[in-house]
């Protein structure tokens, strides 16, 4: 019996509109308007030299281990400026630069990376998750979120970010499928970074792009220059409509690159060139916006060296109240509040020896 094509070819489109010396294509240019052009800009930047200060406090032992996130800022601003502040941000462990975005201070991250749980705590009317560690977990959860959306007929939509070793879990798989089933209004942004710590992307998977997986689940899949802070932020405005409209969830792979370590904790010369490194560096997303926005005349030398100033003094006063928060926080109690409606009985004998080891160190313990 001869074999009959039951399924059509189905092509992946890939998306650039600023190429690596920044010069736009005009055809394909989105209509952004200054204002949101210069705060895209302010908040890249805000990102790397914040990213570079984690990096100096980290090896100074005044924060604990945490994933940099230079050279992934257009992937993470572009997709992020395209939801309102009453949808829904689930970020993984490397969004440092959407949080801020979308409000989350910079002392909070200082405190966050110090092991301290007050750095966790997201504010009652928040529409943004806390960080998840454990690779892939947040995505059906979003999902989830999604779900609630569409069933109570608001018109949020929410926005989830994972790397591309989330792909390879199984956690991503089930809320793809149950994203396609529902149709619930989730964009799905993954920056695939080339590197799962030290697993390259090609001992993740066989396929030519990531972007295709969404064919089999049947959405919208886009791959786009994920350092190409346009093209990122077209693609994720369509997805967004999309999505509030009824038309479902789309998949957005990003192409981009960990520029620096996983963590701090992680040494990728070990398994990774320099020379590849230095490539993707010359496609660095911010020196190409930059170039970008000169070129279009909003913005010059003095701009440039007041903001580099104002952003050096914005991360000093948040390092420094920081450092005077943490040290009336890091109360060891707090690790029984919040888990149950009604803490069990084995939890509370857990507590009740705790309190009686502290009191007998001669700590004072706040919690009852």
């Known amino acids: 019996m001869p074999h009959e094509k039951i399924v059509p070819d189905v092509s992946i489109t ?40 984690l990096v100096a406090l980290q090896r100074q032992g005044r924060i604990g281990t945490f994933p940099p996130i230079t050279g992934q800022e257009a992937a993470q601003l572009g997709a992020v400026a395209a939801i ?19 409000g989350r201070g910079l002392d909070n991250i200082i405190i966050a ?14 529409r943004d998750f806390p960080v998840s560690i454990p690779v892939a977990s947040q995505i059906p959860h979003a999902v989830g979120l999604a779900w609630a959306a ?25 809320a793809m499928n149950f994203a396609a089933v529902f149709q619930v209004p989730v ?3 993954c920056q695939n970074n080339q590197w799962a710590i030290s697993i390259p992307l090609s001992r993740q998977t066989r396929s030519e792009t990531l972007a295709q997986k969404a064919v089999a689940y049947g959405m919208p899949g886009i791959q786009v220059d994920g350092n190409d802070i346009l093209a990122v932020y077209a693609a994720a405005e369509e997805a967004v409509a999309r999505a509030r409209s009824g038309g479902g969830p789309t998949f957005i792979e990003c192409v981009t690159y960990r520029v620096l370590m996983h963590t701090t904790a992680d ?14 560096r010359r496609k660095d997303p911010l020196i190409r916006f930059e170039t970008y926005l000169r070129a279009k005349g909003v913005l010059d030398e003095a701009k440039i060296a007041g903001l580099q100033s104002e952003i050096e003094g914005e991360i000093k006063a948040a390092v ?12 060891p109690m707090e690790m029984f509040d919040h888990q149950y409606a009604a803490m069990p009985p084995t939890l509370r004998r857990q507590k009740a020896i705790l309190e009686r080891e502290l009191a007998a160190d001669g700590r004072e313990v706040e919690h009852e």
């Open 14 to 53: 890939s998306l650039a509109i600023l190429d690596a010396e920044g010069k736009v294509d005009k055809d394909l240019e989105p209509d952004i308007d200054i204002q949101t052009l210069l705060k895209l800009y302010r908040f890249m930047v805000l990102a790397r030299r914040f990213d570079e200060r």
């Open 84 to 102: 309102r502040p009453t949808d829904w941000l689930v970020p993984s462990f490397r969004e440092t630069a959407a949080e801020l975005w979308r």
């Open 113 to 126: 990376n110090n092991g301290l749980n007050e750095g966790g705590i997201m504010p009652d009317h928040s």
């Open 150 to 174: 569409r069933y109570r007929q608001s018109d949020e939509v929410v926005m989830v970010f994972f790397g591309d070793g989330a792909t390879s879990e199984g956690d991503f798989h089930e």
């Open 187 to 189: 964009i799905f942004v």
């Open 267 to 280: 040494d990728p010369k070990r398994y990774r060139s320099d020379e590849a490194v230095d490539a993707w």
């Open 320 to 331: 420094d109240h920081a450092e005077a928060r943490m040290k009336t926080m890091g109360d």
